[in-house]
């Protein structure tokens, strides 16, 4: 992990978590200077307006409503009853008449009450989760988007430079054309490189302000905003596999399996009959007497002893176990992967910008330098310009990949789950 971190920590120019950091002290210098739009900012933006975070929210009141209702009691029941009244013969209205009024109460055991809450609280762990995980998600999509516009942004800038080398190109060729140095379908062939060169400019201008419309999209807003294409610069994957038990994917499958857990002792508390005891008093109109009067009903479980339910449940639990186990090695197993390709495009990264891109520079200013004294032709130049350009261009698509993978690394990781909890998992 040392010698990853150190792979990673070589590409890095800004940290993007210190982005908006730098941005204030920016300000202090330059408050007149349009700020560019940070991936924190996009962040926030996108789950201001994502209406599926409310959602969440509201089911979170909703499960601590039910743990409210789960632990109350079960109410108690007054009772009157009237009998022997309203007959024939010896019974007349009201002469022989029998009132009772009893009191009644369903005593729980089993512990259902403490089951029931139980029950209710993992259910609020769950929904908690639920809501962290929708956050990542959305993140990850934003994150994504980010990454796409402003790798786009940055090949502007490489066709950009293109194209002045192209006119630079062509503004020799032809004065070698006119001087007769270089035959006349040297300035035609130039002129086709500028005009491919143009189309490939305005190709990816037209691909930026799509991207960026497509990250405006997360908050429906204007894609109008700067982007910072030194940003591809930074990140890093330095999170380590043994704190995969704070991944809140995991986290809530324990949650679910916790769920299960509390559904399964739910159940076996329902399987214990509940008695109901009675009290009160009997009035016996014909002679004016009272008497006390007491009674209690306990169910027989001949037909129903919840046993299906009961089953259910476990196997419910143990289903949850297993998808737990599944769900830790896949993500295991898809963060090493992450991490090795991260690590592996960090050193092609750092190879072209060190190496190739350097090389390919230098010899193209030889050629130049050649081609002004005439020992070389434009094809020579048009060659190294090419070669410079695809190693540029290489370069950018490893650290668009690059960040692509990171963006899903941080979302397994829950790099950013601090912007929805208030605080940094990590």
């Known amino acids: 992990m040392g010698t990853l971190t150190l792979w990673c920590t070589r590409l890095r120019v800004t940290s993007i978590l210190f982005a908006p950091l730098l941005l204030v002290a920016f300000s202090l210098f330059d408050t007149g200077a349009a700020q560019p739009l940070t ?7 996108a789950a201001a307006a994502d209406p599926a975070l409310p959602a969440a929210e509201a089911r979170i009141n909703a499960a601590a409503a039910s743990i ?5 009691k079960p109410n108690p029941s007054v009772m009157f009853e009237l009998e022997n009244f309203a007959g024939t013969g010896f019974i007349g209205a009201f002469d022989q008449s029998v009132a009772t009024l009893s009191y009644t109460q369903l005593f729980e055991r089993g512990n259902k009450r403490e089951a029931r809450t139980s029950l209710a609280q993992a259910g609020l762990q769950a929904v908690q989760l639920q809501k962290q995980v929708r956050a990542l998600d959305l993140f990850e999509s934003v994150e994504i988007a980010w990454v796409e516009a402003v790798a786009a942004e940055a090949s502007i800038a490489l066709n950009e430079e293109r194209l002045a080398a192209a006119r630079r190109l062509q503004m020799e060729t032809e004065r070698r054309v006119a001087a007769a140095r270089e035959p006349a379908f040297a300035g035609a062939r130039v002129g086709a490189l500028l005009a491919e060169t143009e189309i490939a400019l ?3 201008r037209s691909n930026a302000q799509t991207t960026k419309a ?7 807003g204007s894609p109008d905003f700067q982007l910072e294409s030194a940003w591809l610069n930074g990140g890093d994957a330095d999170w380590d596999v043994s704190q995969i038990e704070t991944s809140a994917d995991l986290a809530l499958f324990q949650a679910e399996r916790q769920s299960a857990g509390a559904r399964l002792g739910f159940e076996e508390a329902r399987a214990v009959q509940d008695p109901t005891f009675a009290g009160g008093i009997r009035h016996f109109a014909m ?3 009272l008497a006390l009067v007491a009674s209690v009903a306990i169910p027989l479980p001949f037909n129903d002893d919840n046993s299906g339910n009961i089953s259910r449940a476990l196997a419910e639990r143990e289903a949850a176990d297993h998808e737990y186990a599944a769900q830790r090695r896949n993500l295991q197993r898809e963060i090493a992967t992450l991490q090795s390709r991260i690590g592996a495009y960090a050193i092609e990264a750092d190879s072209l910008e060190l190496s190739a891109i350097p090389q390919a520079e230098r010899a193209l200013s030889l050629i130049q330098e050649g081609f002004e004294r005439g020992a070389f032709e434009y094809i020579d130049i048009i060659d190294a310009e090419r070669n410079l350009n695809n190693a540029e261009k290489r370069r950018l698509e490893v650290l668009r990949t690059y960040h692509l993978d990171l963006a899903r690394f941080n979302r397994l990781s829950g790099r950013y789950a601090f912007i929805i909890s208030g605080q940094e998992t990590r």
Do not use: E, I, P, V
């Open 68 to 72: 409210r209702q789960a632990g109350t």
């Open 287 to 289: 002679g004016n007497d």
């Open 214 to 220: 497509t990250l405006a999209a997360y908050w429906d």
């Open 39 to 45: 991936l924190s900012d996009a962040f926030l933006r």
């Open 202 to 204: 305005a190709s990816a």
